[in-house]
């Protein structure tokens, strides 16, 4: 239940874990603890802690010697072409957002084999069963001392109130020790998360990581106080009124409670007339959850020349929420690992190892295509020599997070960094230690070096779960330069002599 | 009409004339031409063009050795005072957005009345009646080549469509020129303006001039071509899939057809669509405007020791639009106004002249506060030295601009900026030649001297008329040096032996 808890906390988080008790699994051990923001890279944990690892003179020449003119050719391709916009725009303006069990992420999934098949690839699903939740009606207002409406999503996986809605009093709490020390009031109540994200900083990254666990987290912990629903304040730092929703989870044995995220203008309203005396809130949510529906992982191979049984996953979710389009979170990861095979393929380049892309579903609400696919694969991990996901926006990249077992740690970075450095082009160069993807760590507890593209996050929060995840906020020139930094990447890792765990 | 419908097409962008024909009144010469985006000052115009007059040394040090000791017991007192927030969190989060017409507009009529009361201010209120325009419930999507719920705001003052709505096709331009290239396929046809508003620079302020002219006329455009409803682009350049509302303006004798803002992210996507082939939207609102409604411009005096007749207005206004709280539009310039005479009055500081505080109904869409007061008041204009508005925002000033009759133009220019030049502790002391505020413009052509209160308006755009004009962005220290800095002013131009104005 930990496991489950912390994957669903983080998910599309890839480096924020919660900031409370440490939940590293324990096969990972980097010099900053896992799951700090200062230890991560990307949106959450920026460039922060981890310098990009010194590659060892020899090695560095090995790497650029024999792939300088291989990369050149991929990043130049890649940089110029388009294509992966065009998908994201097929899949994002024609299609739409698809919430696992919605018959648009169905349609996801067979336009992205079709696309994949057209690019000629070798391609196939896997059958997954995935939550089916379905958003109803929802609404908030506040009916005493004023009365105002409130701007509200639903989390997903909230249940959904009695159908007259519920009306209660409001107990606003900052941290969980607050939640604890009102416990008394909070009996009967409707608890407010009025959790502030700091602000991005070069730093630190996004916060993301030290306020999300309110909304995963937030409505068990107020139940077991005795409240009736919890509101949580929209987990961004920049808010326009527009609420963002994310997965929760009902810890068992705990009664469950509705939980519905307001906007952060909502939330600090609440908490300044809260702090002038009584706040009564009514609402009411016809969510519901339904049988787990059928999907697919989507996979497509480039099979390789030498050793075609050694495989290097590309990976992004072809779910998303069910606000938005989904641009950046995730289909911007997903064309990306399209387009990187595609790329290769056309450049009529055949590795040694067999480079696979993978379209997990159901990444935002159960990851359960990630956990299926290292179940259903488990024979092919200790074969499996890099899994690398994207799923930090299709933001301008800056090079790669590792996330390996400890005593492969150095040379995996190494070997990334090697290959970083020939990514001065497209200032991918950055290699640092941090979380590898939602998705693919599954696979990390059986010895598979992960690799998360590091992005330019600094504006992910603002869009994260909203409304506003749309195609207008893709660059296209920043998504091509994706395409580029991953199809390098793997086309080295599969093609070079040795492993990139090797000693 | 013409007359009317600047005042329309300008009202809240105190800077930001259309970009069009040439629309400056005929007393207004300045040396850039009023209503370009370089003359401007505060949030659309910034510092650009108009650099801060230099004033003669005599003059300079005649204000600053008299006054020197006044503006620093007023800019301390000011700069430490929150009350001007906590008049704002009143009229905010207890009262909430006022659009004429409204109960809540009678609301904060009133209190306001009594705030200044309670300040020991002589208070009145002169009735004015307004535009009753109603908000229904607006709706619209796209259902074909997909079906996708838009966000949409309808322009103030927009007609209802039928009750079942409209389902037509769209034709998408992005400029007059483009209007009348296409108007065959207009015919019949929902018009979309999807005209980008260029980002915020330093140089060339927000763009909004060149942008919201589409939204004030763009329905009579359309509907002279035989358009059926138009919809615009919201006039920001940063959204979170937030509408933007605001005034627009029927031409006579050209047929009314509905009007709605739609959001950035809705208006490029369906651009991109267009591009493409085909695409139909369907429709409603059922907005309505009633009879008109008695409101009210609330007046508050300190009388002067001297010249009790020769006056220094310094206002804002009190309504707002429906949506959001009308935080920085225009509940903190109101409060502004309120707490720069409080501090004045606090500091036992009575000047030779009065001081007069106006809060205006109705700037938003009609005006008929400001145009009320310059029609009643016509006799005592020739006394008003100065008329002083804040409608940029309560954000940290950064000055002032001045705006006036050519032959007074140097001098008052070199007054203001001698006083500013004492508001460095605040960083308030840039002076350009820019728009004064459009309730104080009436009182132009009487010849008095205008000015408007300069902000930092680089984030205005993005929550102009919008659910996101809330409390929360508003920062009480800004909002307090806004206090130092307009009661500095008003003190020193009340009190000076000469009129500002005065050769």
Redesign the interface.
């Known amino acids: 239940m930990k496991r489950l808890l912390l994957v669903l906390v983080i998910s599309c988080a890839p480096t924020a874990g919660p900031s409370g008790p440490h939940r590293a699994p324990e096969w990972i051990s980097e010099t900053k603890p896992y799951g700090t923001a200062s230890a991560g890279s990307g949106p959450s944990g920026a460039a922060a802690a981890a310098t990009a690892s010194v590659p060892s003179p020899a090695a560095a020449s090995a790497i650029a010697e024999r792939y300088r003119g291989a990369v050149d050719k991929i990043v130049t391709a890649a940089h110029a072409d388009r294509e992966a916009y065009r998908k994201l ?1 097929y899949l994002t ?2 299609i ?1 957002n698809r919430l696992s069990g919605s018959a648009a992420l169905g349609h996801a999934i067979a336009w992205a084999a079709q696309a994949m098949k057209e690019d000629g690839h070798d391609v196939h699903t896997e059958t997954v069963m995935v939550p089916h939740w379905v958003r109803g009606v929802e609404a908030a207002e506040i009916t005493a ?2 009365s ?1 409406s409130l ?1 509200v999503l639903g989390l997903g996986g909230t249940i959904a109130t009695p159908k007259a809605g519920i009306t209660a009093p409001v107990v606003v709490v900052h941290d969980w020790a607050e939640l604890d020390a009102r416990r008394d009031a909070v009996k009967g109540a409707i608890v407010l998360y009025d959790v502030a994200m700091p602000k991005w900083s070069e730093d630190k990254g996004s916060g993301y990581g030290q306020t999300v666990e309110y909304r995963g987290r937030g409505a068990s912990r107020a139940a077991r106080h005795g409240a009736v629903a919890v509101l949580v304040r929209s987990v961004t730092a ?5 609420p963002h929703t994310g997965a929760m989870n009902y810890e068992d044995g705990v009664e469950k409670i509705p939980a519905l995220a307001v906007t ?2 909502d939330s ?2 609440i908490a ?2 809260a702090a002038q005396g009584p706040v009564t809130v009514h609402l009411r949510a016809d969510d519901q959850m339904l049988p787990d529906a059928e999907s697919a992982n989507v996979i497509g191979e480039l099979r390789g020349r030498e050793r075609p049984d050694e495989i290097v996953v590309i990976s992004g979710h072809i779910d998303s929420w069910d606000v ?1 389009q989904g641009a950046h979170d995730d289909g911007a990861g997903a064309v990306t690992m399209m387009q990187a095979l595609t790329t290769i393929r056309k450049l009529g380049l055949q590795p040694r190892r067999t480079i696979r892309v993978v379209l997990f579903t159901n990444e935002e609400n159960g990851l359960r295509g990630g956990r299926a696919y290292a179940k259903d694969h488990a024979a092919e991990l200790p074969s499996t020599v890099l899994a690398v996901e994207s799923d930090s926006g299709g933001f301008a990249p800056r090079g790669f997070s590792v996330q390996t077992k400890p005593e492969v740690r150095d040379r995996v970075k190494a070997r990334v960094a090697d290959i970083a450095a020939l990514l001065r082009l497209i200032s991918a160069t950055r290699v640092t230690a941090g979380h590898g993807g939602a998705d693919i760590e599954p696979m990390g507890p059986a010895g598979v070096p992960m690799v998360g593209l590091d992005t330019d996050g600094r504006t992910y929060f ?2 994260h779960h ?3 995840d ?3 906020k893709v660059d296209p020139q920043a998504l091509a330069d994706d395409v580029a930094a991953v199809a390098a990447l793997a086309y080295v890792v599969a093609d070079m002599p040795e492993r990139v765990d090797a000693p």
């Not at 920049?238 to 527009?242: A, E, G, Q, V």
Request: hydrophobic fraction near 30%; aromatic fraction near 0%.
């Open positions: 725009s303006d024609r739409g001392p004023i105002r701007h920049h808010s326009l009124r527009t952060v203008e600090t309203l300044r007339l938005g603002d869009i909203t409304e506003a749309t195609l207008d």
